[in-house]
């Protein structure tokens, strides 16, 4: 059964279709409008051994915020909608990623309580373009959406685009082991029944 899932999101400000697949081969094609956040989910996908396919117009003569929002919004439904009822997943997933001077990590548990907490701080406001505040934006509404717990820890760093970058590989790669399936696990990964 193939865990994947497409979804489309148009408001007056963006206009996005996604289409994200689980099991994948780190396969992406991307067309944001947004160039920093296209640069993170590529490594993002690559790490996680996703598809994912972008392509999104948003009012980005504004500013990049609307577009990483609801691009954070469509990839989070898009998760939920391919992980199904979730059985047999391991649920949990944790990954550090250095990049250079930087180490981040992440921990996601797929609980359908979402929650986020993002600790560390970023030396620069701008990476190019791109508000650094944005990740914030986007790694929220992603838990949001998705429904799940994640926890962003970024242990330190002097650059901003290293710091930021270790945290989208470990992303990939923290989400990856949760949504590994599990042939020891029977249902669903939980005491109550469901998640």
């Not at 994912?52 to 504004?62: F, H, M, P, R, Y």
């Not at 577009?67 to 949990?92: H, P």
């Not at 791109?130 to 934006?137: C, G, R």
Request: glycine residues 8%; proline residues 3%.
């Amino acid at each position: 059964m193939s865990r994947q899932s497409v979804v489309e999101r148009k408001t007056n400000e963006t206009d996005i279709k996604l289409s994200f697949e689980v099991d994948g081969e780190g396969q992406s094609n991307l067309e944001t409008g947004v160039p920093f956040l296209t640069h993170m989910l590529d490594l993002f996908t690559k790490h996680g051994q996703f598809n994912l396919t972008v392509n999104a117009n948003g009012d980005t003569e504004i500013d990049d915020h609307h577009t990483t929002e609801d691009i954070g919004i469509c990839l989070g439904q898009a998760l939920r909608e391919a992980l199904g009822d979730k059985k047999g997943i391991k649920r949990y997933g944790n990954a550090f990623v250095p990049m250079d001077e930087a180490l981040a990590q992440v921990v996601i548990d797929l609980s359908n309580r979402p929650h986020f907490e993002l600790k560390g701080e970023f030396p620069s406001s701008r990476v190019g373009t791109f508000d650094t505040e944005l990740v914030h934006e986007f790694l929220w509404k992603l838990a949001l959406e998705a429904r799940m717990n994640l926890h962003v820890i970024v242990h330190y760093g002097t650059n901003t685009h290293h710091m930021i970058e270790a945290v989208f590989k470990a992303l990939g790669r923290a989400l990856d082991e949760a949504t590994i399936v599990d042939p020891r696990v029977k249902g669903v990964p939980s005491t109550k029944g469901m998640l």
